[in-house]
Each structure stands twice: as C-alpha cells, then as structure tokens.
C-alpha cells in the first residue's frame, strides 16, 4: 500500500508540474495585453511598454515562471496585475460558493444514479427499466445550460420556489437564503451528471450480475435478483468509485458555466471575468488550483479503489 501511495504520489507531483507548465505557456500566447487595458487606449507605446516593465512582463518566459512556481510553493498565489489584490485571499472568499456548489451537486448526482442505476438494471427487459435508460440518455445529452434554464423558467418563474439569480450578500451568515441559492445552480449539475453516472451503475450493475459469485449465490436459493442484490451491489460501489474522479472534473467544468448563467460570485465566474481582463496571473493560478483540485481527488480516488479492493492489495 505504501510503494501504491508513493508512485501515485510522484504521478501526482509530475501531473501539476505538466499542468503548470501547459497552463504558464498557453496564457503567454493569449491574444490581448493586460498593460495595455491598465495604460487605456490614449495611451503611448512607451506608457504601454513602462506598465509591462512594472508587471514584469518584459522579463524572460522562464524567470516569469520560476517566480510564479516559487511563490506557490512557499504558499503565495500571487496579486492581480490589475487589483493588486492577493490572488489566494479572492480564491478563499470565492470558494465559499463553488465548493458549497460542487459537494451539493454531487450529492444529488449520487442520489439519482446510484438508486435508479440499480433498479434500472433489476427492471432490464422490463417497460420501467426501458424508460428509466432512454430517460438518463436523453438527460446526459442535455446542455447544462439549457437544462438550467428550463429548471429557472419551472422552479423560479412558473412556481416562484427558488430565486433565480443571485447570492445573499451576507453569504453564510444567513444559511437558509445561502442554501436557497445554491439549491437550483447544484439541482442543473446534479442532474444532468447524475443522469451520465447512472448509466455507468446500471452497466456495472447488470456486469455484476454476471460474475460467478452472484451466480453461486443463486445456485444456493436465492433468486438473481436477491443474489444481485446481496452479493453484487457491493462490487458496484468499486465501480462507483472508479469513476468518481471523472464525476468531479464534470462538475468542476459544470460550476464555470452555471456560476455565469445563476450569477454566482465564485470561481467560475471570477475565471471567466479574469480571461476577459487578460490578468495572467490570476488566471494561471485560478487554472491550477482547479487543474490540482481534479488531479487531487483523482489520487484520493485511487487509494480509497486501493484499500477497498482486495484485487489490488493481492497484487502488491
């Protein structure tokens, strides 16, 4: 277990190097300039070139990077070239919406496919387990957008139960209105990556069903189903695991989009605002704390798959 940790540690490592360094490059070939926005458009080339100086964007492409890794490393994240406000201080307010966002979307993706996975799988062959499958495709195939949408014309404009838009400003402090608002934004992601898992239970469910132990336990009494039931639900959870990681990065990529569409002050949007504003440095580090938030779960995923499934501590 172990030596698993540590290689999947360095794998780790390796994988926010690359990121970083994919992340840093990628920005230095944006079209736009952030000195020029600051100078404004009167401005003179040689106004323009003297704020690019400032901003130590003159300097060579590695020393930049060197300078931005080193401050991450002892903990700094940088200041807005625009601003000059602290780059990790904006990111923990904005982290206050997405993460609460992030955990109640998941929960309701598990809620819907981990159940309806099942009992779609038990109904196959069956016109409630026809149904429930041609429902969770149509649902995947949905745009989040557009699925929040209908959900804001449905809940907030028809039944007015859900505000539309919006956070209180008085954030956490009023945990009923917080919760109100987030409700709806999580309600959009949650469903349509609810609707994508539950399409991988019901194949691992109904794959489960054919392993040998499920079958055995049939042969002894009890009905496939009971035996499915019983003795194959608890593989699926491998299963569920396995691609939980891949279900994080959805709602990661959902959260950026459903925090323009609810106008949510949290990450998403603050990405989005700073792209558009050209502020590098804010938007390589907002990159790679996501980028590392996806890789960091994946690992965690990884060592839970490890220690819960006796195939893989056979094979250490």
Do not use: C
Not at 33 to 41: H, K, N, P, S
Not at 287 to 314: K, N, S
């Amino acid at each position: 277990m172990l030596r698993y940790a540590l290689t999947r540690g360095a794998l780790l490592i390796a994988g926010l190097l690359v990121s970083s360094v994919l992340i840093f490059l990628t920005l230095r070939v944006f079209p736009g300039d952030v000195a020029q926005l600051i100078a404004g458009t009167q401005a003179s080339p040689e106004q323009v070139e003297t704020i690019r100086q400032s901003l130590g964007l003159g300097r060579p492409l590695p020393e930049q990077y060197a300078t931005w890794i080193g401050g991450i490393l002892h903990g700094d994240l940088g200041t807005s070239q625009l601003s000059g406000a602290s780059v990790g201080a904006e990111l923990l307010e904005k982290s206050r919406v997405t993460i609460p966002l992030g955990l109640m979307a998941l929960a309701i993706a598990l809620l819907i496919a981990i159940p309806f996975g099942i009992v779609s799988a038990l109904l196959r062959g069956r016109a409630g387990g026809t149904a429930m499958n041609v429902a969770a495709q149509t649902v995947a195939a949905v745009p989040v957008v557009w699925a929040g949408m209908m959900l804001v014309v449905l809940f907030a404009h028809t039944l007015g139960w859900l505000p539309a838009q919006g956070f209180p400003r008085t954030g956490w402090s009023t945990p009923g209105k917080a919760f109100e608002a987030l409700l709806l934004p999580a309600l959009t992601i949650g469903i349509v990556e609810g609707a994508m898992l539950m399409r991988f239970v019901r194949s691992a469910t109904l794959q489960a069903a054919g392993q040998d132990f499920v079958r055995t336990a049939a042969a002894k009494g009890l009905t496939r189903r009971r035996a499915l039931i019983r003795h194959g639900i608890p593989a699926v959870g491998l299963s569920i695991v396995t691609v939980l990681g891949l279900q994080v990065a959805g709602i990661v990529v959902g959260s950026v989009v459903i925090e323009q569409l609810f106008t949510l002050p949290g990450i998403g949007r603050m990405l989005v605002a700073d792209v558009g504003t050209r502020d590098l440095v804010k938007v390589q580090s907002e990159l790679l704390v996501l980028t590392g938030f996806v890789l960091v779960i994946g690992f965690v995923v990884d060592l839970v798959h490890h220690t819960i499934d006796p195939r893989q501590r056979e094979a250490d």
